[in-house]
């Protein structure tokens, strides 16, 4: 469009962080030399146009003025640029090195859901076919493992949305576990508001208030890491008062006899006193969602981040089940993902114990498939690696030489974060591929410049399960050069060049259908062209007359007799959680802010967001200050085990009196995950993020 001297050009784009993915448009102004940028939604199936302020200001960071732009090379500590092929021959010098000294497996990779589907494909076949290692885990580990891991083991497929999001609306009751969807997804607000314009009822179990829980009719504000205990009472409940759906039990369900045994065992006066919560309450929780027909159940990290939290998710879906809310119109589960491909990139085989399509690594036959695709034998594919912590404590123990990182930044995103670093340090190759200089790429020996949301093309899958293709819309900043191209350049450097010849992320794609068919993230019916034409497919999809899959387990579950697989879910985990003692007084939880993105790296560059949320914060319960002497907005110590932040003051009755909360966006000094205890959950290694027992002080 022309306008004077103004010429105006519109790039269709996609917002680059969060599980919506938001499609928007890019609106550049050019007068001259000058340019002048912004950012509006674009009509689609999911956020209908909607932004939120993320959104709204993603080109900030990909037009940054620090952008990585070239290679650079480690030297007398100070980052040196150097060329794309000096880059390659120190990589191959370095891992060639590393490998024949110590075995394939010193090298390791770490991944992240923030890329492509075709990258997460890609990342995992080059973990096992070019670096021919087994260890390859991603940073979606700390994310969204415990909600896979339980609907893997109950359902049998795991699926964000079990129902299409339009569905939402129509449900009579909605729990919101520990999901704070205001602040962390927006745009996907105005579903559960009409729901609640339609008259359902919000539960919200959350030990904070938040602008999620001030939608809802009842607020559940647990003590922190309580959330199976409270689940098990709200099935105490149901079971007690007849509330179940014995039909859809006895036909869909195997293992309900022994929920209803274990749960009515329980006395309601003693999951009162563990969680908190009155018994008021969760009878209350109990039939208001048991009574309807419809109903629908949210999860997010709140539950998910703790030892247990994928049995506690189990527990949530105990209670859809006990209740017959499944295959059925408004009913259903939801994991509301954090990171924008947090649902794709865990399909493809980023993960260390699967490959394409869900398929696992130690199955026999899953692996005869994948080898085949790939081009290589069953017996040359590695077997299972580690999680992603605990390839970190690897490289401590010396096991681990090498490692290969790919837009993640684990130095502030891990738990005990001070001992990350100081294991990271001890990498004798780091190679970190990012578009900024984060706070673990610093440790790089050589980084390596990627390409942002408006210039790398690919597919990405919405916490739905809804396949979209975003488009490039500008040249690579630079050199920088697409996560896929890096790959496909350091297999050839690696002698593996014949494997991983491709020129575009469409090419890659089409291998990935091949690769995920028969698996239960089945994509072979979708190519781009039938991506564009539909505005996405949700999976599984298995060839090209099929429209995708709206709704799950209308015709019975995932497991082979069709039947889910319900558990008994104990009160206290298997691995204790931090407690609080006379030296360690307090509950610390954490979780993000609107403004920011993980550890900040992108959104801490747009001047906007950093404008809202410059510095990290505690908030803190007005008697709980009082009782330290704390004052509002003044700079505080926080102190765990581990080590130690200064912080601001936030004093608001928001949360608990025993709970501090920090949030997670920031590095060094405010860096929250310095502070949390590295204890996994023993199915899906997750870490427990959101229970430490920590200190107040005055600085
Ligand atoms: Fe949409 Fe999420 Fe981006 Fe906000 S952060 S604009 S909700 S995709």
Known sequence: KEQGNETEHVYDSQCPFCSVQCKMQLIESRSGNRRRYKTIGKANPTSNGRLCIKGMHAHQHALHKERLTQPMIK?????????????????????????????????SVYGSASITNEEAYLMGKFARVALKTKYIDYNGRLCMSAAASAATLTLGIDRGMTNGLQEIPEAECLILAGTNIGECQPT???????AKKNGAFIIAVDPRETSTTKLANLHLQLKPGTDAALYNGILHVIFQEDLIDSEFLTTSANGYEEVKQWVLSLELTEISAITGVSERDIRRAATEFATPKTGMIFSARGVEQQTDGSISVRNLLNILLATGKFGKHACGYGAITGQSNGQGAREHGQKADQLPGYRSIENLEDRKYIANVWGISEEELPRKGVSAFEMIEKIDAGEIKGMFLLCSNPVVSNPNAHFVKAALAKLSFLVAVDLFLSETAKLADLILPSTSYLEDEGTMTNFEGRVTVRKAMMKPLGEAKHDWQILCLIAETLGAGHLFSFNSAEEIFNELRVASRGGKADYYGMSYSRLHENEGLLWPCPNEGHSGTNRLFEEGFAHTDRKAKMVVVPNKPEVAKEKTCPKY????????????????????????????????????HPETAMRYNVKDQKLVKIESKRGSIIVRSKITKAIRKDTLFVPFHWDEGQNVNRLVAADLDPTCRMPSFKVSAVKLTLV
């Open 585 to 620: 007084p307090l509950y610390l939880t954490t979780g993000r802010v609107m403004s920011h993105y993980l550890t900040g790296v992108q959104t801490r560059k747009s001047s906007s967001l950093e404008a809202r949320n410059f510095e990290s914060y505690v908030e803190i």
């Open 75 to 107: 030297s007398d500590g100070q980052f040196v640029p150097i060329s794309w092929a000096e880059a390659l021959d120190y990589i191959k010098e370095n891992i060639t090195e590393l490998q024949q000294k110590y075995g394939y497996d010193a090298m």
């Open 188 to 194: 996907l607000m105005p579903y559960f508001e009409q």
